[in-house]
């Protein structure tokens, strides 16, 4: 199974509107390692502001496997990483 | 809801937000504050309510924000008073922000339920029910379908929670009541949280605890801005837990070329206030410790310092007398270079008031918090991570950096007692939140603490718990002690700049 490469825009709008909470919930994801397997497997990587806020998307905006994810929260980037993990699976 | 972001945290960054923008681009000479009314169609936009029951009831609730980022007291809810009262003699430079501190916003509190133990769901009605047995006071009985708590008799001992095998029994509190140790949350004749500002130090976190974003302090972004566009000299100095705050890639030099793109003169570690404080502490233990001070309690962070002597008056004079860090690193700047003004710029929400007092308020003009500087640089479009390295004005030593994190101060004021005498075992205790320093207050009465060092922190974590972060505690903890491990000087005695 692959690594699943989740950039996460560290630029000064994205981080106002959270992104370092988001960096901080996907390292927490290992901790359920016991019930979802492959969540050790996940490389984040803080990216400096590609300027998608400045073309009308609201940040936090976060890259799953380069899929963009504008408006971003733990919740919808949590679910994102493990769909991806679930569909390399199968 | 402290390390989630929550629509909290949102709602009162895109207030600074807003209220930055508008300090950066409005006409300065201009009385028009229209914008601020459109503020609130911005935040919640549309015809549906975004989080609570009625998008009016969310718009009146940024206004009142909007007022309070501005400096400004809150308008009564039941007279009329136009949003933008007051705002032309704060664009002035007449104001700097009103009293008291800390808010709630009246309709914005949902009456919680003050502390109660209730029965949930989990009860299974079993033939054990130890809850009944272990009540002291007969509160608990055996309803219809579950446990009854009477909750005229109940005295909140708690023994039933821990009693039930079911985990079905449960205490019920105000989270901002919980989350302050001054307990300084009271209720008004509606059942509506209010603060006790007789016994509130403004230490910030019922601000960032309240789960329905009720809770305010007040700001002062506007009134540095305005400053900056007036082509004041303002210098920034800057508290040792910023490092780390503003995202992985803001480098403290690029931290610094930041705050300098916004037009800040200088960039000054408030860690070189922190290392000359060390020196006057140290001093001051050895020697009046235990001789006429039975222990030597630390001064830098004001909601602990004004804490200890509203709990405890008996025990005020064991507070060093040594001013905080900021009032030292403040002092400095304005001896080097008169008629600066000083922005103070940290975690810090008692910071502010601190700056308010009578013989602070020559030298500190200004507060503001890291999550008020990033709305700053969100509103000018700075990117922080395409900033050159630039440099801090001082250097401060590694003890002075570790100010930021709870046991900092203490290990740098021990260091700095053993360089003055060699061989004197310094013990200390340490706390990090009000109601801990309480303990160790009382215990430092009952003549527990006689010779000791007594660091008081009113943050969990110490400084990098401040309600006015960004970061992660453990993360903004590392970062501070990479960045103090950086100094080439190991603590205060070291620092040439002394």
């Given amino acids: 199974m692959g ?53 009308n998307m609201v940040g936090p905006i976060v890259y799953v496997e380069g899929e963009i994810i504008p408006q971003a929260d733990q919740e919808t980037v949590l679910a994102a990483i493990i769909n991806k993990i679930r569909a390399q699976k199968v | ?144 379908n579950a446990a009854v708590i009477d909750q005229d008799k109940c005295i909140k001992c708690g023994r039933c929670i821990t009693a039930c095998p079911y985990h079905a029994i449960l205490r019920f509190g105000r989270p901002c009541a919980e989350a302050c140790g001054a307990d300084a949350i009271d209720s008004d004749e509606l059942g509506r949280a209010v603060i006790n500002q007789e016994k509130c130090v403004a230490c910030g976190l019922c601000i960032v605890t309240c789960p329905f974003a009720a809770i305010s302090d007040k700001s ?19 508290a040792p837990s910023f490092v780390g705050q503003f995202g992985p890639l803001a480098t403290p030099g690029k931290i610094v070329s930041g705050i300098r793109k916004l037009g800040l003169s200088h960039v000054i570690e408030v ?21 006429d001070k039975k222990f030597l309690g630390t001064s830098c962070c004001p909601s602990w310092a004004m804490f200890a002597r509203n709990v405890q008056p008996e025990t005020s004079d064991c507070i060093a007398l040594s001013h905080t860090p900021m009032v030292a690193a403040a002092k400095k700047v304005k001896e080097l270079s008169p008629g600066t003004l000083v922005v103070f710029i940290g975690p810090c929400v008692a910071k502010k008031l601190e700056a308010l007092e009578d013989e602070v308020r020559p030298y500190v003009d200004f507060v503001i918090t890291y999550e008020e500087l990033m709305g700053m640089f969100s509103a000018k479009e700075i990117e922080l991570s395409d ?37 004197r075992e310094v013990p200390f205790m340490k706390a990090d939140n009000l109601r801990d320093c309480h303990k160790m207050l009382r215990l430092a009465k009952a003549g527990k603490a006689d010779g000791y060092l007594l660091e008081g922190m009113a943050c969990p974590g110490g400084c990098v718990g401040g309600p006015g972060t960004l970061s992660l505690i453990p993360r903004a903890g590392s970062a501070v002690k990479a960045f103090a491990a950086s100094s080439p000087y190991l603590s205060a005695d070291d620092n040439p700049m002394l």
């Fill in chain 2, 1 to 144: 809801m402290r390390g989630i972001f929550t629509p909290i945290t949102k709602i009162r960054r895109q207030v600074f937000s807003e209220v930055a923008k508008f300090a950066f681009e409005h006409d300065i000479e201009g009385d028009d504050f229209g914008y601020f009314y459109e503020s609130a169609y911005r935040i919640i936009p549309g015809e549906e309510p975004l989080y609570r029951d009625s998008v009016f009831k969310e718009r009146a609730i940024i206004r009142e924000r909007i007022r309070m980022a501005m400096g400004l007291p809150m308008r009564p809810t039941g007279t009329h008073q136009p949003l933008t009262e007051g705002m032309q003699d704060t664009a002035d430079g007449k104001k700097r922000l009103d009293l008291p501190l800390v808010n709630v916003i009246p309709f914005a509190c949902e009456k919680c339920p003050t502390d109660r133990i209730q029965v949930s769901d989990n009860c299974r009605k079993c033939l054990a029910h130890p809850c009944t047995a272990v009540c002291p006071v007969k509160a608990v009985s055996i309803g219809k």
């Fill in chain 1, 3 to 55: 690594k699943i490469v989740v950039e996460v825009c560290a630029g000064t709008h994205c981080t106002l509107m959270g992104s370092m909470d988001i960096i901080d919930a996907i390292a927490s994801l290992p901790e359920i390692g016991h019930i979802e397997d492959g969540l050790n497997d996940i490389e984040v990587i803080p990216v400096p502001c590609r300027n998608h806020c400045k073309e």
């Fill in chain 2, 220 to 238: 002062e972004i506007f009134q540095v801005i305005t400053a900056i566009r007036r082509g004041k000299r303002v210098a920034a100095i800057i």
């Fill in chain 2, 271 to 291: 860690g070189w206030g922190a290392d000359y404080g060390s020196m006057q502490e140290a001093d001051e233990f050895i020697v009046h410790v235990p001789h």
């Fill in chain 2, 387 to 423: 900033m050159e390295e630039d440099t801090l004005g001082t250097l401060a030593s590694r003890d002075g950096r570790g100010y930021a994190v709870a046991g900092g101060v203490a290990e740098a004021l021990v260091n700095s007692i053993k360089r003055r005498q060699p061989g």
